[in-house]
């Protein structure tokens, strides 16, 4: 598994298996793909298409390329992470890579975080650059973590970024 993927799977705290619980592909009202299980909305750009992974996460991005994993963690929204705790994981795991911080944005309902990374090479160079975030948003008692994956652009993890930020529960608070 490629580096990134890692640390997406990390920083997304081990949810492995936490999407059984309420992620699953389906059409919304809107013709858009949404989890249907248990009545979650991601909004997602004209052209994405959205699937539950082998993992049972939801994944979005335009066809045939997933750029957007969230996980559910039912009952955990308390738990939402400040930005100070989501910018720590992220230094803890890119040891070995250079990133900068690019957007920061907190609310009471959500934490997104931007970065740029290249990984660090063994001749002491530095790799290419790519786009990333990581956020959590919080609704109604529910935690949903996300995170764009390797391969993602610029533009796609603008987009991520956006749905992440939008996520809602059908007869939920925003």
Do not use: H
Not at 56 to 79: C, H, I, T
Not at 135 to 148: I, K, T, W
């Amino acid at each position: 598994m490629a580096p990134a993927s890692l640390l997406a799977l990390s920083l997304l705290g081990g949810c492995k298996g936490c999407g059984q619980q309420g992620a699953a592909s389906d059409t919304g009202e809107d013709g858009r793909p949404s989890a249907s299980r248990s009545g979650v909305k991601v909004p997602l750009p004209d052209g994405w298409s959205a699937q539950v992974a082998p993992d049972d996460s939801f994944q979005a991005g335009p066809p045939g390329r997933p750029v957007l994993r969230v996980d559910l963690k039912r009952g955990e929204g308390a738990q939402l992470p400040s930005i100070e705790t989501l910018v720590e994981r992220v230094r803890e795991e890119l040891k070995d890579f250079e990133f900068s911080l690019d957007q920061e944005e907190e609310t009471e309902r959500y934490s997104l975080l931007r970065i740029t990374l290249a990984p660090r090479l063994a001749d002491g160079g530095v790799g290419p650059e790519a786009p990333g975030f990581f956020g959590a948003r919080r609704v109604g008692n529910d935690l949903f973590l996300c995170a764009s994956l390797p391969g993602a652009s610029a533009e796609d993890v603008l987009r991520a970024t956006d749905a992440c930020r939008e996520i809602r529960v059908q007869g939920a608070l925003p």
